[in-house]
């Protein structure tokens, strides 16, 4: 079921996102000993794959729904994604983000036609607002991950990965809130050749590989990471899919995201987001795992600040 | 003929070079009021179209002259294709380079097997190591630009992005020594449909539109741009074809320069160098010349160095 669900969800949001390209270095591999494929989400429309969730729940929604419009509280990818996707199909959007996020981040969720609303930030703050403009439009609130129809939506990114690429022996992805890596783990259980999910994450936020271990979520006591996409800790609906897909989680260093990072923009040419560059240190650091192997990566998106990178 | 040179030579260097792809993007084409097609050059091998007249330059040698190697002189881009190119064919490449040179141009010549002879930086100590280099070695001399082969490499940048989109109303790229401008305006002419060429270069180094203007080569006396590829005068045998060929020049400032990069970066996601954004920046600033035109633009390259950025 959740095979065919996936193609359905694919075939459902197919006109409204990029299939985006795969990209491979030599010197990148060289560099790693494995043979890698980039799948280019930063390259997708608003520079992330969030967008492939937020599109499918969307689509989702009854059309009575849909007039209503939806409601998010984030800060990040998640609010330009809901944002874009509802303008696509000309309907309203209402963002609650904190007050103290950053401009750019404001400006990019109002280009794309979002409604922002600004509360206190805290979580408390966030989720009373959106219950508030929740009853007082009608409107569906939509969750950054922990949702099923998400979760599908980012999986279409390993599912053309794997109709490209069809047999990737590893797929590896940054896990946040779970919602890219279980997508990842479902496309590859059901369409991969015995290809199996590894998840990547900073140390100093291994909320997922602690909950792997412990068997409950666990939480992040600080979120002191360069790679401000995966602070968030796992939800009700995506622990259970990653302990069940995931194989393992490869933690890694501040430094080594940097590394990561800088690779990818000097060698690939293209800008990526630190989170994004998570699973290639992930590779990096455990190479000799990875030899001759053929690793598919997820690059899960592009939104940077270019005034405040790390190098 | 030159039509036919072309395509010879595209065959010639085919299994050498990527086949780059051809970006757009919509907020873009909605901010210049213009159908651009970015033929993207800084994903080409060693990250710029110098990648293509080098290959041609050498592939037209005949087996004895390849055999004894190729020498230049450069601190840029060029200098980093001859080496690969030359390595490519398992040949040597002599390079050489002023002793100010950073460092990190000269790693990427090393990386790619090029020999590296240190001079004096002045462009007489620069010809006279370079013969003697041809002296003792027999290597052959190749110029980065003034030079036949090399003009029609350069061109089949632009062949391609007609094969893929034939009905381009313009073509840009930027003005150095004018390799590429030429080559771009040769494919144009033989491959477009009514398709014309249109230069780009900053007004800190405006010998191109001087020239054109006086009919004669003119020189830069200042090489205050930040567009570090385009600071060379014009070639006695580019300057002819530029001439015939090329409709006009359009000139941006320093600024405007670094606006179109760090919108090529941001919305594109794609990492492009200083003189690579010298045509989008000359389309913003003359956009009402290029209202609801097909424009396509060759964004020659995405060598740069991350720790220096403008922005």
Not at 14 to 32: G, K
Not at 96 to 106: D, G, L
Not at 188 to 202: L, M, R, S, V, Y
Request: some cysteine; overall charge negative; glycine content about 8%.
């Amino acid at each position: 079921m959740e095979k065919d669900a996936l193609l359905q969800c694919h075939e459902k949001i197919r006109p409204y996102i990029h299939r985006t390209p795969v990209m491979t270095s030599r010197l990148l591999n060289e560099l790693s000993g494995a043979e890698l494929f980039f799948k280019c989400e930063n390259l997708q429309r608003m520079g992330a794959f969030k967008m492939r969730g937020a599109m499918h729940a969307i689509l989702n929604l009854s059309p009575d729904q849909q007039q209503r419009g939806v409601v998010t509280h984030s800060s990040g990818n998640f609010a330009q994604a809901i944002a874009l996707a509802a303008a696509s199909l000309g309907l309203p959007a209402y963002i609650v983000m904190p007050s103290n996020a950053p401009t750019v981040k404001k400006s990019a969720v109002e280009a794309y036609g979002g409604k922002i609303t600004e509360c206190t930030p805290t979580i408390q703050a966030r989720e009373a607002t959106a219950s508030q403009i929740q009853q007082e439009t009608g409107a569906t609130f939509l969750h950054p991950f922990d949702d099923h129809d998400v979760i599908l939506g980012q999986g279409t990114a390993a599912l053309e990965l794997l109709e490209d690429f069809p047999d990737l022996d590893y797929l590896l992805a940054p896990v946040g809130g779970g919602g890219l890596i279980s997508g990842t783990a479902l496309a590859a259980h059901f369409f991969g050749k015995n290809c199996q999910t590894i998840g990547a994450e900073p140390f100093a936020v291994d909320d997922a590989y602690r909950s792997l271990q412990s068997g409950k979520i666990e939480t992040n006591t600080t979120t002191e990471t360069i790679a401000d996409g995966l602070k968030t800790n796992l939800g009700e609906k995506t622990f259970p899919l990653i302990q069940q897909y995931v194989q393992k989680i490869i933690r890694v260093e501040e430094s080594e995201i940097v590394t990561a990072m800088r690779l990818i923009w000097e060698r690939m040419k293209i800008v990526v987001e630190p989170s994004g560059a998570v699973p290639f240190a992930a590779i990096l650091r455990a190479h000799p795992f990875f030899e001759k192997k053929k690793v598919g990566l997820i690059l899960s998106g592009g939104n940077v600040d270019l005034t405040r990178l790390p190098f």
